[in-house]
């Protein structure tokens, strides 16, 4: 491996990095053992990004870092270090509820919770620092001030987050005793048998993938979803896909996905769980329908409110691509 002569070497180094690599093994990794200053996770974002290149003619961006690495040079653009602080942004936001303790917003698919690596700005905590000033409770820390929890950046729906200090409290041990409301709504290739129950198993990190959760025998943590067939779609007994109607007793990363994936119906579009190609009338929905994410949807969120003792319960509507993916279903 060899550097180019104008290379920096600071400890956040930003500009552009050219890098000899030789040919074999995961281009990610391959970065990562040349670059040991850069985290993978960095480097992946970077990939991601489209800012690693290889050097030559036709040298289009790579944006896939498990594609192997050729043997040759490689350029990497390296942006400025964000901001240790993320900065308010005027992002529109769906307000459901709002008081001087907490706000709750229903989420569209696409906005990041907070920042984080490859995902620095556009976020909602970007968004409510814009519009709640400096009011949003400082527990999450200075990169999350107040998120309590988390839904995935391409699924949609209700989340709640705390203003005050007082507020997040609360409501942090209203999710720690599983003492929220939370309903969620599925479209999944095929349908979960039984058409009712739950599914239980620990989730953690899988040993094959560190970017996916996986259901696990041993270790992991407790992880309760419970569910039920709304409606199927297509030929009685054989279902090409389902709406699933699930509520959470816990909360673990990419919980309901991993969940219904391991019962055989994963949510139709899920590019990490959704293994396994739904029938061509399905795909076909799907492609008129636009949907370009994993089609679930935070429908429900209910608690007492922690400060004032007032319950609370907030619904929000399939958004436009899941509402119409469902009516095409129902053509089947």
Do not use: W
């Not at 994963?266 to 994993?294: F, H, M, N, W």
């Not at 007032?310 to 399939?318: D, G, I, K, Q």
């Amino acid at each position: 491996m060899a550097l180019s002569p104008d290379t920096d070497d600071d400890d956040a180094p930003f500009g552009e990095r050219v890098v000899t690599l030789e040919a074999g093994g995961r281009l990610d990794k391959a970065l990562a053992a040349a670059l040991p200053e850069f985290s993978r996770a960095r480097l992946q974002a970077l990939i991601a990004e489209g800012r690693v290149s290889r050097v030559g003619p036709g040298g289009a961006p790579v944006t896939d870092g498990s594609a192997k690495a050729q043997a040759g040079d490689y350029r990497l653009e390296i942006p400025p270090p964000a901001p240790a602080e993320p900065l308010p942004e005027d992002i529109p936001l769906v307000v459901l509820f709002e008081d001087e303790h907490l706000i709750v917003i229903d989420k569209p698919p696409g906005l990041a919770m907070h920042p984080a690596p490859g995902s620095e700005s556009g976020t909602l905590v970007n968004a409510l620092l814009h519009h709640c000033g400096a009011s949003l409770s400082g527990i999450g820390g200075v990169a999350r001030p107040g998120i309590v929890h988390r839904i995935d950046k391409e699924t949609s729906g209700v989340v709640v987050a705390a203003k005050t200090d007082a507020a997040h409290q609360g409501l942090s041990a209203l999710f720690a005793a599983h003492d929220i409301d939370r309903e969620y709504v599925a479209l999944t290739r095929g349908a979960p048998s039984p058409i009712k129950g739950t599914i239980e198993g620990a989730i953690a990190r899988s040993t094959a993938d560190r970017k996916k959760m996986a259901v696990v025998k041993t270790g992991g943590r407790h992880a309760v979803t419970h569910y039920t067939v709304a409606r199927t779609f297509g030929p009685p007994g054989r279902p090409l896909a389902a709406r699933v109607a699930c509520r959470l007793e816990t909360g673990r990363t990419h919980q309901i996905r991993v969940h219904l994936a391991s019962k055989g119906a994963p949510c139709l579009g899920d590019p990490t769980y959704g293994s396994g190609s739904p029938s061509q009338p399905v795909k076909d929905a799907i492609a008129e329908a636009g949907l370009k994410r994993q089609a679930l949807h935070a429908a429900v969120l209910g608690f007492v409110h922690p400060v004032t003792g007032e319950r609370l319960r907030f619904e929000s509507p399939l958004p436009a691509d899941m509402a119409r993916l469902e009516a095409l279903l129902g053509r089947l």
